[in-house]
């Protein structure tokens, strides 16, 4: 089975989205930071199930789309995935 690995930069993605909406709704900022984890989790049985990232054009980095949020995760192998920034789809993407 495929283990994904959350970068540095991902979980400080996810703590800044998370900040972000709490100043409207704490609830809601628990639930969405939990969705984008449970998107995530998908590619343990499908792990190239996202799209290749345009910007990058390498079929080893892709994407998952959930709401406005680009996951983007790299593919080592057949047993590890990294997820490398959860990035907000109206921003510029800069990896």
Known sequence: MVKINWTGQATEDLTNIAEFIKKDSEKFARIT?????????????LPTSGKIVPEIEKTEIRELIFGNYRIIYKIFSTTRIDILTVHHSARQLKL
């Open 33 to 45: 930071v939990r969705n984008i984890r449970d998107r995530a989790r998908q590619l343990k049985q």
